[in-house]
């Protein structure tokens, strides 16, 4: 692997600790995610249990592009007791669990052991938890040790930045106004990872192993739809107002694309069918409401003006949350990254009436291994 792209993947990582530009303070949409997805998580750790005939000794699991803070906490915690609570029902012995944490090497899993103290005592005596670094579009465990998979929010991260995006001039992501070549370009990087990461997970995981992968989708059954992210937007026009004020360079914002895909669910389908290891036991699909609460007293005092600040404010936190890495990496500097939020709480603000009600799309799919 070349030292660019470790520095990508480096520069991928979320914002770690517990500040306020922090994934961890700033990831409450994907904790309401996750907890949409608890019963079907829930419900293929149950299966997977009986038709392996709930196993003796030891159950592998892990969490990919877990990230930090308490939303690694709450499935870890989920997934625990979902396995415990299932042998307790049949008065078996439980299993000793060994619970793999990945994500990138800059992934700040400290904030997330520090959560791990205080797991039941008596579930952490059977339980052992660790970090494993690294790309999951690459080979993480031993072949055929996996029992159970969870990965959350992670998979529309591709694996690098599509080629072919030198048309792309003033977004960060796929628009209304861009090629249909970009669109071509973001497809087929997602189908070439896509696949990839179900091979390699084909490898790791024991047969009648169960996946379940949540992320970002999009509606529309045309593959090349142009409907972007609407925070990328947002994120784009800050970057042309920096230009504008020749903060940074012109070629500098036409050459930074996020490595972001939101694939439809027919895509997804396709991807699987193709590579052939895992049978699609359920593939959902919902909206959900990206909640406009700030963190602060919510009340009806302060007129429609203020609350377009705030959410303004808001929004730019959880968008700098998962991008600083990667702005700093490219532009250089963490002053010019505060510019540009300052710059995205403007539009964010401006704009607020015209999208009232954010919602994402999500695709939740759980997958055998054949």
Request: hydrophobic share 35%.
């Amino acid at each position: 692997m070349s030292s660019s792209r470790d520095s990508f993947l480096n520069a991928l990582s979320m914002n770690g600790g517990e500040g306020e530009h922090s994934y961890s303070n700033n990831s409450r949409h994907q904790r309401d995610v996750i907890s949409k997805t608890r019963p079907i998580v829930e419900e293929n750790i149950r299966e997977m249990l009986l038709k392996l005939n709930f196993p003796k000794h030891c159950i592998k699991v892990t969490d990919l592009g877990c990230s930090s803070g308490q939303n690694t906490f709450l499935v870890m915690s989920e997934i625990i007791n979902t396995i415990t609570k299932s042998y307790q029902q049949i008065n078996q012995s439980i299993p000793e669990i060994d619970y793999c944490l990945n994500d990138l090497p800059e992934n700040d899993f400290n904030t997330t052991f520090k959560l791990v103290s205080s797991l039941n005592k008596e579930v952490k005596g059977n339980c052992f938890i660790s970090g494993v670094p690294g790309s999951f579009y690459s080979r993480l465990l031993p072949k055929k040790s996996l029992h159970f998979l969870h990965s959350s929010y992670s998979i529309h991260w591709l694996s690098k930045v599509p080629q072919g995006l030198e048309d792309n001039k003033k977004n960060v992501y796929i628009s209304s106004g861009c090629s249909l070549n970009v669109c071509q370009s973001y497809m087929e990087q997602f189908q070439n990872d896509f696949y990839l990461f179900l091979r390699m997970r084909s490898e790791e995981m024991l047969p009648n192993g169960r996946m379940v992968l949540t992320f970002i989708g999009k509606k529309d059954v045309d593959p090349l739809c142009r409907d972007g992210f609407y925070l990328w937007s947002l994120l784009s026009d800050a970057l042309v107002d920096l230009v504008l004020e020749e903060v940074v360079k012109e070629s500098e914002v036409d050459s930074f694309n996020l490595p972001f895909y939101q694939p439809n669910e027919e895509e997804v389908r396709e991807v699987v069918r193709k590579e052939g290891s895992f049978e699609i036991k359920k593939i959902e699909t919902h909206e959900l409401l990206v909640s406009n609460k700030t963190g602060e007293d919510e009340d009806d005092d302060y007129d429609d003006q203020s609350h377009g600040i705030k959410i303004g404010k808001n929004m730019a936190n959880i968008t700098r949350a998962i991008t600083e890495p990667m702005l700093v990496a490219h532009f250089g500097d963490t002053i010019i990254v505060d510019c540009l939020f300052k710059k995205f709480v403007h539009h964010a603000t401006q704009n607020y009436a015209s999208f009232p009600r954010q919602t994402t799309f999500n695709i939740i799919i759980s997958l055998i291994r054949k």
